[in-house]
């Protein structure tokens, strides 16, 4: 039976060897592994061969959550969770060392980033997270400085994480099929910071403040958020720049002088 529900942005990924690209991105053999958003499994099945440890699945969708019940009803070492990604609480679920893996609806995927960017733990429980994105936010994700796609979506991500594009997906892989390609993006969190920032929300903050004017000369929304006594501490910051011509470090170089003065 084939059906999609387009209110949980759901598009099934139905190539074998995409899915096995996935998959082997890395070694699962005795991993603990989570995967976002399973669908009818075909991602799971394929990260069942691999013989991991432990398989944490999450799905919404109360349907498919009771067809993989009964689907993996034999499988000890899998996990099934029938919620909503963006209200459960997994942090305190995955174990160390997790793999993540993630067909993410269009809809909500740039949500479902966030979450993970603000795990309060850092360096998290995960090593890495392997995402599927639709290709236009996945080209704002990976964007290097500077570049049109250049915005805050992309400076926060580098803030807590190596990212990696690796490959695109063609609409031609799905059921249904969306109206756009799709982008696997490799995450791997960074173990150290070099900038001593205590919120990460306050980076998010500060970008929506400048990216809000973002066609504006910044010197009137920095004079917001920093004193003067702050914005000698970086006399390198050109203030008629706009939001798009400051590159991420200058901007968590902000940060760390807002958390001083608040």
Known sequence: MNFAKKSLGQNFLTDKNIVKKIIELVN????????IGPGKGALTDEILK???????IIEKDNF??????????????????????????????????????????????????????????WPPKF??????????LGDK?????PSNNYGRLSIISKFRLKIIKKFLISQNCFFPKPKVNSMIIHFKPFKINNFRIKNINNIEKITNILFSN?????NKS????????????IPEINLNSRPSELNPDMYFKITELYEKEN
């Open 28 to 35: 699962l053999r005795n991993k603990n592994v989570v995967e």
């Open 50 to 56: 691999k013989k991991p440890k432990s398989l944490m």
């Open 64 to 121: 498919l959550a009771n067809q993989l019940k009964e689907k993996y009803q034999d499988i000890k070492i899998l996990k099934i969770y029938n919620n909503d990604i963006l209200k459960f609480d997994l942090e305190k679920k995955i174990l160390k060392n997790s793999e993540i893996f993630g067909n993410l609806p269009y809809n909500i995927s740039s949500q479902i980033l966030i979450k993970f960017l603000k795990f309060k733990s």
């Open 127 to 136: 090593n890495s997270l392997i995402f599927m994105f639709q290709k236009e």
């Open 141 to 145: 994700i990976t964007c290097s400085f």
């Open 214 to 218: 973002k066609r504006k000369m910044i």
């Open 222 to 233: 920095l004079k917001k958020i920093l004193s003067n006594n702050s914005l000698k501490k």
